[in-house]
Every structure is written in C-alpha cells, then in structure tokens.
C-alpha cells in the first residue's frame, strides 16, 4: 500500500515537472528578425547572415534545448535545437541570436534554413507541434531593418511589432534610457507627497483589513465556546469533584501556553491528576528550603535524573 | 643589507600603520564606543557588539589588491557580505522573529494594529524630509524606513534601493533602536497628561491555538496580496510564527527562533559594520541620515501617542487606550513596549501596560514590512 502511494506521488511529481518545464517554454518569444544583413553583426565565422533573436520574458533561466525553429508551417521540425548543448538556455530576460547560415553543422545557434521576406517564422516547443511563438517578416522589409517585438506596458510583459532601422540583436528591444522608478517618481512627484498618502493608506488599509478580520475571528470563536453543552457538563463535573482551583487553571494555562520542554509534560500531568481527584501526591509543606551540599555529590538522586527527558 | 632594509621598507608599506588616515582611526573610534555602550549600558549588545567590531575589522588600513577588504570581489568578508548585498539575511532574521514572537497580545485586541499603523508615518516622514535635503526619491525611501525601528527592514530595503547608503543607514537604524528609552520617554511625558497616564485598560482575552494558527495563515495571505514586494520579509515573519504556533514543528521553531537567527544576527552584524569602510561612511550624507533617523523616531513616537489621544475621543469608559502605548507602533521589539511599561508604573505602580503595548509593538513590524514592500514597489 505504501509503495503504491509512493508510485502514485512520483507519478504526480513527474507530470507536475513535465508541466512546469512546458509553462517555462511559454515565456520564449522570437524577440527580432532580421533578414537581409549587409552592414549588421557578424557570425563566429565571419558572415553576415540573417538572425533570429529569441527573448526569455520570464524572472527565471529557461532552458530550450529540444525545441525547434522552422519558416514552414507544413514542417515545424525543420531545425531541431541540439537538446544535448548546455548553452540552450536563456537567462531572465535575456536574449540569445540564431544565425540564420543555412548550415546547422557550424553548431547550435546556426540553422539549417536562411530567411526569407514574406515567410513566417516559428518557434516550436519540444514536442515538435506546439507553436510557442510566430513572426511574420514583411515582404517589403527593407535591408539591414528588422522586426523587432518592443516590451510595454508598466511590467514590460507586453509586446507590440515594429520595424526598426536599429535592430539590437542579443540585447533588450525596449528602450535602452528608460528612466528608473526613482527618476520617474523624482519628476512626478518631487516633493513626495503622493506616494506618502499612497503609501499611509494602504498601510492603514491592509492593517484596518487584517484588524476586522481577527475582531470577527474573535466573536466567532467566544461563541463557539458558549455553545455546546459538552463543556459546561464537563465544568459542572469538575465543580463538583471541586478541584477546578486557580491552581489547576494556572497549570492547564502553563502546560498549554509553554510549546516546548518537558515541562508541558508535567504540568498536564499535574493539572489532570489534580482535575481527576488527586491523591498521588504527598501534603507539600509549600516551603522550600536549600541546603548546602556536603561532601560530595556522586550518590545524589539528582545525579540519575536525565537530564533530557525526551 | 640593503636588501634587508628594502625588504623591511616593502613590508612596512603592507602594514596598516603606513596606509592609515585620521577617517580610518575616527571609524575605529566610533567602534570602540559601539562596543563600550554595549557591553557598559547593556543597549542592544546583541547587535552593538558585532556592528562595533566589524566596524574595526572593516577600518583597519590595508593595501589595496590584497583581496581581503568586505568590497573586493571573492574575499571572505565579500562573500559573508553577500548577504547583506543580496539581501537574504534579513528575511532569515524575519523567519526567526516570527518563531519568537506571540501575536497574542494583538490578536486579542485587534484594533490596536491602527497604532502600529500610525507610527509608521515616521518612515514616510523621514522620507518626506530626505527629499527636502536633496536626497533622490530611492534615497530618500531608504532613509525613510530607519522610522519603522526595525533593523533588518532598513537593511533589506536599503540594499535594493540605495547600497551605498546601506551601512549609514543600519548604523542608524540599530543606533536609535538602542536609545528608544531616550528618545520615547520624554515625548511621551510631553504629549501626554497625568490623567491620560493612568488610564486603565482592561486585561486582554485569551487568544485560542486556533487563532493563534489561522493569523500567520491570514495575515500573510492579506498583506502579501495588497503589497507582493514585502513577500520575502511578510513570507518569513508569518512562516516563522506559523512554525511557531502550528505545535507540530516544535524543533524547526526552535532553530529558526534559537540557532539560526543567532548565526544570521552575528554576520549580519559584521559584515554591516565592516562595510562602514571611512572613505564610504564618512560623509556629509551619513550625518544627514543620523539627522533623518533621529527625527524618524521621533516623528513615530509623536504620531503614535497623538494618534492614541485623538481615538480616545470617540472611546467611552473602559474602551479607552492609555496613550502611553502609542510610542510602541515602532517596531523594536519588545524595548518599546517594554518603555510603554516602565513610564506607565511611574504613575502608577500596578497600571501594567506591557502586554497592551505588544499589541502594537508586533503591529509595527507588520506594518514596517508592508511600508518596505510599497517604497520597493514605487522606487525598486
């Protein structure tokens, strides 16, 4: 039984990594195409070939080996991305180029098929069906101009489609000299009242919220207590044994107040003995007295006492 | 010979005596006193004592390039400092003060969270000031959370919003944490009459387990929604308290509350003083942040008692708050609270208001949390 629980945990672990290694692929995109090169970056060998530029939108690495790159829809497997190669992967939003020579064996980031104007380009996941992504490339891209796909939005987790005569192959498509929040907010609010009531009221807010919340935990569970009749025969019971003393509630409070040590331990025994009638203990005089040891101390009770009594 | 001597003068070029200058004496100096206070006046030792030292560690003169100072890249010090830079010490301190810390108090008398809440208007009025200096508005946030009296707070902010300013600002921080006796008791006593000093508060009610584990649980969900950007402090403090109260993770809690925030506590400490290197810490803007930490406090303090005074309007009878809590909606725990309590019994010897204050107290670090989470959502 309990291998089977585990078999059926493993199972569950593996499909949820199957499904979390899928939900990283969904954060690629084709970041920018260029198809015509004639004055842009060159290759490790030395041409000057179209690219792809793949764009990681995510806050974590994803790793791309597997999947695929095609200009046709009828064969999205047209060139398999080496799942072997350690360098298959992308940093948080980062960007990493395909050069597009037409000859997969110069390694990994060269494809097998060169660019073409008026095509569309895919990025297919590993199971060879999926489109994660798709560009189309106009025919009338003029040379050295690429499509680029420019974050927006205030979390830049949106993207629009332009063509620039920039194109910025391997780095970031937004904008280069966007300004910090801490320069925004020094133009906008340069005196820094704004954000002082922004910031006071959602303090006040969320604590006002959580305040609520707890008042009305509070009424509900001094409720609870009240109603069942359980308790009060239990308290009634106890009346009658009459031990229910200050002393036992103070022990009961102890025992459930201390969380850790033996001393829990003790004081529930305590308070359940004395709450149960008793009679276990001897009449304590109440009064402690300490007297110094003499001698030595090897046949002390106390000497065989753990010391951890756990 | 001549080799002798010209060895003896390359190795005097390594000593600190050759590469001192009169800042690097000043910062050992103010390390010293660090440690003197700590260890003679008891004021947070736990933190004076490690920050004083560091502070001599991290100002003792060396030849550059040696690779052992706290800002060469791969050194011992640089790599313990990582954490301070990274920010991933404050959160663990957060994991264990929430192992420690029983929300009982406030749980039981919810309402007092709005004076937690109110103090908190030290760090935005600190931050309202910092900019008026010409402090940049990242800056400024930094600075400002010195208000919330919460050290670990300051450190983690400050390390994402201005590291440079980091190891004025902890200085800071954890120095007007230590003098909360000085500078509460007499705004208190400024701000508040005879009468309002001995109001009495009713005792608060027992809080059930069951409440005790539903608040981490809640309190996270809530304030981790409205501010995501405080989730690695709310996400550590709520976790440390549910370890705390779940009753079924007992040895975790005691790690977290014991062991751990120990080791945390002494190189957080360290490293934040040795990265107060004098060329970076003895500057016209660390006495500017000394000055805004100091109004910090004393803005919280103020607000907090004023804030008490004007709620009491619409109180009747026994629902009245004794003002004299109002200072502790800071988050330096439990030393606030526990200047709630001495003031009160000087009025009144048997006016306990210790547990009335850690309702606030605990509130404050909350809230102080949620206020880092806001300048980090506007200013990161």
């Known amino acids: 039984m309990r291998n089977y629980r585990i078999f059926i945990l493993s199972i569950l672990s593996l499909l949820a990594s199957a499904t979390l290694s899928a939900q990283n692929l969904t954060d690629l995109l084709i970041g920018e195409v260029l198809v015509e090169n004639t004055c842009g970056i060159e290759d490790g060998f030395g041409q000057r070939n179209g690219w792809i530029e793949l764009f990681n939108t995510s806050s974590g690495t994803v790793k791309f080996g597997g999947c695929y790159l095609s200009d046709?829809?009828?064969?999205?497997?047209?060139?398999?991305?080496?799942?072997?190669?350690?360098?298959?992967?992308?940093?948080?939003?980062?960007?990493?180029?395909f050069y597009a020579s037409g000859n997969a064996t110069q390694g990994t980031f060269y494809t097998n098929f060169q660019l073409r104007k008026g095509s569309t380009i895919y990025l297919v996941s590993n199971d060879g069906r999926t489109i994660i992504d798709q560009v189309e490339i106009p025919s009338d891209l003029p040379a050295d101009c690429s499509v680029v796909r420019i974050p927006t939005g205030i979390?830049?987790?949106?993207?629009?489609?332009?063509?620039?005569?920039?194109?910025?192959?391997?780095?970031?498509?937004?904008?280069?000299?966007?300004?910090?929040?801490?320069?925004?907010?020094?133009?906008?609010?340069?005196?820094?009242?704004?954000?002082?009531?922004?910031?006071?009221?959602?303090?006040?807010?969320?604590?006002?919220?959580?305040?609520?919340?707890?008042?009305?935990?509070?009424?509900?569970?001094?409720?609870?207590?009240?109603?069942?009749?359980?308790?009060?025969?239990?308290?009634?019971?106890?009346?009658?044994?009459?031990?229910?003393?200050?002393?036992?509630?103070?022990?009961?409070?102890?025992?459930?107040?201390?969380?850790?040590?033996?001393?829990?331990?003790?004081?529930?025994?305590?308070?359940?003995?004395?709450?149960?009638?008793?009679g276990v203990h001897d009449a304590e005089s109440f009064v402690i007295t300490i007297n110094p040891t003499q001698g030595s101390t090897w046949a002390d009770k106390a000497q065989n006492f753990r010391q951890l009594p756990r | 010979?001549?080799?002798?001597?010209?060895?003896?003068?390359?190795?005097?070029?390594?000593?600190?005596?050759?590469?001192?200058?009169?800042?690097?004496?000043?910062?050992?100096?103010?390390?010293?006193?660090?440690?003197?206070?700590?260890?003679?006046?008891?004021?947070?030792?736990?933190?004076?004592?490690?920050?004083?030292?560091?502070?001599?560690i991290g100002n003792i003169p060396m030849f550059p390039g040696l690779n052992i100072g706290v800002y060469e890249d791969g050194s011992v010090l640089n790599t313990l400092y990582q954490g301070v830079k990274q920010g991933?010490?404050?959160?663990?301190?957060?994991?264990?003060?929430?192992?420690?810390?029983?929300?009982?108090?406030?749980?039981?008398?919810?309402?007092?969270?709005?004076?937690?809440?109110?103090?908190?208007?030290?760090?935005?009025?600190?931050?309202?000031?910092?900019?008026?200096?010409g402090f940049d508005p990242n800056q400024a946030g930094a600075i400002g959370i010195i208000g919330?009296?919460?050290?670990?707070?300051?450190?983690?902010?400050?390390?994402?919003?201005?590291?440079?300013?980091?190891?004025?600002?902890?200085?800071?921080?954890?120095?007007?944490?230590?003098?909360?006796?000085?500078?509460?008791?007499?705004?208190?006593?400024?701000?508040?009459?005879?009468?309002?000093?001995?109001?009495?508060?009713?005792?608060?009610?027992?809080?059930?387990?069951?409440?005790?584990?539903?608040?981490?649980?809640?309190?996270?969900?809530?304030?981790?929604?409205?501010?995501?950007?405080?989730?690695?402090?709310?996400?550590?403090?709520f976790f440390g308290n549910l370890l705390k109260e779940s009753g079924v993770t007992r040895r975790l809690a005691e790690t977290a509350r014991g062991p751990l925030i120990d080791v945390v506590t002494t190189l957080i400490g360290l490293t934040v003083g040795a990265s107060t290197q004098a060329d970076k810490f003895l500057t016209g803007n660390s006495l500017k942040i000394f000055l805004l930490g100091l109004l910090s406090f004393v803005i919280a303090t103020t607000?907090?008692?004023?804030f008490v005074k004007f709620w009491n309007l619409f109180l009747k009878g026994d629902r009245k708050i004794n003002p004299l809590i109002g200072n502790a909606g800071v988050s330096a725990v439990p030393d606030s609270a526990r200047v709630s309590e001495i003031v009160g019994r000087e009025f009144d010897p048997n006016n306990h208001l210790l547990m009335h204050a850690m309702g606030p107290n605990v509130a404050g670090v909350i809230g102080s949390a949620v206020a880092a989470g806001i300048l980090l959502g506007f200013l990161g």
């Open chain 2, 88 to 133: 991933w010490y404050p959160p663990l301190i957060f994991l264990g003060i929430g192992a420690m810390t029983d929300f009982s108090a406030l749980i039981s008398q919810p309402r007092l969270l709005l004076i937690g809440a109110a103090a908190q208007t030290g760090i935005f009025g600190a931050y309202l000031l910092a900019l008026l200096l």
């Open chain 1, 72 to 97: 046709d829809k009828s064969d999205l497997k047209k060139y398999h991305i080496p799942t072997s190669d350690r360098a298959a992967q992308i940093g948080p939003r980062q960007s990493i180029v």
């Open chain 2, 303 to 306: 607000v907090g008692v004023l």
């Open chain 1, 155 to 278: 979390r830049g987790m949106d993207f629009v489609s332009e063509i620039s005569s920039k194109p910025t192959p391997g780095s970031y498509n937004g904008d280069v000299d966007a300004k910090t929040k801490s320069q925004i907010m020094k133009e906008t609010d340069p005196h820094g009242f704004v954000l002082t009531l922004i910031a006071v009221l959602v303090v006040f807010t969320a604590l006002i919220i959580l305040a609520f919340i707890f008042g009305w935990i509070g009424r509900l569970n001094k409720r609870e207590k009240g109603a069942p009749k359980k308790v009060k025969k239990v308290k009634k019971a106890a009346l009658q044994e009459g031990s229910m003393t200050p002393e036992i509630a103070a022990a009961i409070s102890m025992a459930l107040s201390q969380e850790f040590g033996g001393e829990v331990y003790a004081a529930i025994a305590l308070a359940l003995d004395d709450y149960l009638g008793g």
């Open chain 2, 1 to 56: 010979m001549s080799t002798i001597i010209e060895n003896l003068r390359q190795f005097w070029y390594f000593t600190g005596f050759a590469n001192a200058t009169w800042q690097n004496f000043a910062m050992i100096f103010i390390g010293i006193v660090f440690i003197t206070i700590a260890i003679k006046k008891g004021w947070e030792p736990l933190l004076l004592v490690p920050i004083g030292f560091g502070m001599i």
């Open chain 2, 148 to 237: 919330g009296a919460d050290g670990p707070t300051a450190i983690f902010l400050s390390s994402k919003l201005a590291p440079d300013l980091m190891g004025a600002i902890a200085v800071s921080a954890y120095s007007y944490m230590a003098l909360v006796p000085v500078i509460q008791r007499p705004i208190m006593l400024a701000l508040t009459t005879k009468k309002e000093r001995l109001i009495r508060m009713p005792a608060p009610r027992v809080v059930s387990q069951k409440e005790k584990i539903i608040f981490p649980v809640v309190g996270f969900l809530l304030t981790a929604f409205i501010v995501p950007s405080g989730l690695p402090l709310l996400g550590m403090l």
